[in-house]
C-alpha cells in the first residue's frame, strides 16, 4: 500500500529537549516536504527536498533541521523545541514532475501532533 | 508571490443537496496545478481532485468536481448530494512550475468547516 508513515502520533516534551519526527514514503517519491498546521493559517512549508542530499527552506523553517540521507526518510529535528513550534505537522511526498491529468498530488502522513510546554 | 484565499470560514448544507466551497488563487505562474483536500475530525490530509491550469476541460472525481475559471483565477469545489460524512475541513492548495518539476510547495489557503445536516 502507498503510504506516508509518519512517528510519533502524539508527542509532548518540554522546552528544550532536542527530538525528531521521523517519516518515511514507499512510493520512491523524489519530493518531501514539511508542513505545519495552526489555526486560521492553513498549512505552511517549513523544508523541502527535491532529491537524496538536497533539501531547501519553506516559508517557516525558524528552529527546524531536515536531512535527506536517503530516498525514502525525511526526519524533522527540532534541537531546541519552543512553546510556539506546538503545532499539527505533516510530512507529504510527491512525484517531481505533473504529467498532462495529473498524477503529482502530494501524499500526507498521519500527522504529529506536537505539544511543547 | 502565489497566493490562495479561501473565504468561507464556515459553511452549513442539507444532506443531499450541491455545495459550492469557494477558493481563487494568484500567480504569475502559466503552469501550474489546482488541488483540493479534505480533513475530517481525525486529522489526516485527503487528496479530492486536481486541475491542471492547461487542462480545458473541468476536473470531477465521482461526486466531486472543479469549478475552473482561469480568467477569474477562481477554482471551486462542487460537492454533489453531500453526505454526513462529507463534514471537514477543506483545503485548497496550489503548486506552481508543473511542467519543469521546479515548483515543489503546495500553497495553502485557510481552510472552509464544511457542516453537514440532516
Known amino acids: 500500500e502507498a503510504q506516508v508513515t509518519q512517528n510519533p502520533r502524539y508527542l509532548i516534551t518540554v522546552t528544550g529537549k532536542k527530538l525528531t519526527v521521523t517519516c518515511s514514503q514507499n512510493m520512491n517519491h523524489e519530493y518531501m516536504s514539511w508542513y505545519r498546521q495552526d489555526p486560521g493559517l492553513g498549512l505552511r512549508q517549513i523544508y523541502y527536498?527535491?532529491?537524496?542530499?538536497?533539501?531547501d527552506k519553506g516559508d517557516v523553517p525558524e528552529g527546524y533541521k531536515v536531512s535527506r540521507k536517503e530516498k525514502r526518510n525525511f526526519p524533522l529535528i527540532l534541537e531546541s523545541p519552543s512553546p510556539n513550534q506546538t503545532s499539527l505537522y505533516f510530512c507529504?511526498?510527491?512525484?517531481?514532475?505533473?504529467?498532462?491529468?495529473?498524477?503529482?498530488?502530494?501524499?500526507f502522513g498521519q500527522g504529529t501532533r506536537l505539544t511543547v510546554v | 508571490a502565489q497566493k490562495i484565499t479561501q473565504t468561507q470560514p464556515g459553511m452549513f448544507v442539507q444532506e443531499k443537496e450541491a455545495v459550492t466551497l469557494d477558493c481563487t488563487y494568484d500567480?504569475?505562474?502559466?503552469?501550474?496545478?489546482l488541488f483540493w483536500y479534505k480533513q475530517p475530525s481525525s486529522g489526516e490530509m485527503i487528496f479530492l481532485i486536481y486541475?491542471?491550469?492547461?487542462?480545458?476541460q473541468n476536473a470531477t472525481e465521482g461526486r466531486y468536481s472543479l469549478n475552473f475559471q482561469k480568467a477569474r483565477k477562481s477554482a471551486n469545489l462542487v460537492i454533489s448530494a453531500s453526505q454526513l460524512g462529507d463534514s471537514a475541513m477543506y483545503f485548497c492548495?496550489?503548486?506552481?512550475?508543473?511542467?519543469?518539476?521546479?515548483?515543489?510547495?503546495?500553497?495553502f489557503g485557510t481552510g472552509t468547516q464544511l457542516k453537514v445536516e440532516l
Open positions: 527536498s527535491m532529491n537524496v542530499e538536497v533539501t
Open positions: 486541475q491542471g491550469s492547461y487542462d480545458e
Open positions: 500567480t504569475s505562474d502559466q503552469s501550474y496545478g
Open positions: 492548495a496550489m503548486r506552481e512550475d508543473i511542467l519543469t518539476g521546479g515548483g515543489n510547495k503546495l500553497t
Open positions: 507529504a511526498s510527491s512525484r517531481a514532475i505533473l504529467l498532462q491529468g495529473g498524477g503529482t498530488e502530494a501524499f
